[in-house]
Nanobody, 115 residues
Framework: QVQLRESGGGLVQVGGSLRLSCAAS????????EHWYRQAPGKQRELVAA???????NYANSVQGRFTISRENGRNTVYLQMNNLKPEDTAVYYC?????????WGQGTQVTVSL
């Protein structure tokens, strides 16, 4: 059974930083692609960052230069380092992983950026 568990969300002021973690069981992250998505109230879920099995990384334009996705194979964990946070970054952040034609999701972690 595949499980993804996000952590690290919280309340932060504008310009602050947070690091989200996504720990997995039942799946080996290094063999798959992982993604961070976010969904703000009233908006569609959007892709924030992605890392492929061979380490290729992509970011949404809105977070380029501020967010960094990384993977720690020994811990089977993917991270999203978020710097210089803005109010528009407020959302529930979800980790997902692709494996053998299926996509698995975590439960999400709330990030709130206050003025």
């Amino acid at each position: 059974q595949v499980q993804l568990r996000e952590s690290g969300g919280g309340l932060v002021q504008v310009g602050g930083s947070l690091r989200l973690s996504c720990a997995a069981s039942g799946i080996i992250f290094s063999r798959n692609a992982e993604h961070w998505y976010r969904q703000a109230p009233g908006k569609q879920r959007e892709l924030v960052a992605a890392i492929s099995s061979n380490g290729r990384i992509n970011y949404a334009n809105s977070v380029q230069g501020r967010f960094t996705i990384s993977r720690e194979n020994g811990r089977n964990t993917v991270y999203l380092q978020m710097n210089n946070l803005k109010p528009e970054d407020t959302a529930v952040y979800y980790c997902s992983a692709d494996n053998q034609g299926s996509t698995y999701w975590g439960q999400g972690t709330q990030v709130t950026v206050s003025l």
